[in-house]
């Protein structure tokens, strides 16, 4: 395995997140959804760093299955999100890619008539998005590689690395 971003790396680059989102949401009624299934560790290292009362959500997005390493058609379900409505959402991902879903996921969250609602993504690929819009917030810009760990899967594994990195094949 390649490693592209350490342990280490990760650790300061969610610190400094959470420090700005947490400068950016005090006093407001925060919401952050959590796109399962990859965001689900770096949505809890975050919200365990900003210091004032907020809200969880979840929403279920997949656009990969199997051994796919590119997306097909997004499957979307919102059963575990609270009310929103009046909020401000922060919409939490694991990687703006092409970013179709987040365009998506966040034009079905507007329909929950939150307050605001921003994104924000753990790794920006570049050079492949296909939509207008950009994440409000991101840790780490990568290139165009395939990468897996700290969320991030092939085929349903790896998630559980603590690092990003890049599976060696053959």
């Known amino acids: 395995m390649q490693v ?3 342990e280490d790396r990760i650790r300061e680059g969610v610190a400094d997140l959470a420090r700005r989102i947490a400068a950016d949401y005090d ?6 959804l959590g796109v399962l299934t990859g965001s689900i ?7 365990r760093q900003i210091d ?11 656009s990969y299955r199997g051994d796919a390493k590119s ?14 409505r ?7 991902d694991d990687i703006f890619d092409t970013g179709t879903t987040l365009a998506v996921l966040l034009e079905k969250v507007r329909e929950l008539q939150p307050r605001s609602v921003r994104s924000a993504v753990l790794l920006w690929k570049e050079g492949r998005q296909k939509v207008e819009i950009t994440p409000d917030y991101h840790c780490f810009k990568i290139p165009n590689l395939f990468v897996v760990g700290y969320g991030l899967d092939f085929n349903d594994e790896y998630r559980n690395l603590p690092f990003i990195g890049v599976p060696q094949t053959g």
């Open 4 to 6: 592209v971003i350490s």
């Open 27 to 32: 006093g407001k009624n925060l919401t952050v």
């Open 41 to 47: 560790i770096f949505l809890a290292d975050l919200i």
């Open 52 to 62: 004032h009362p907020l809200q969880v959500g979840l929403l279920q997005a997949s």
């Open 71 to 84: 997306p097909g058609n997004l499957i979307v379900n919102s059963a575990f999100l609270p009310d929103v």
């Open 86 to 92: 009046g909020r401000d959402v922060l919409l939490l």
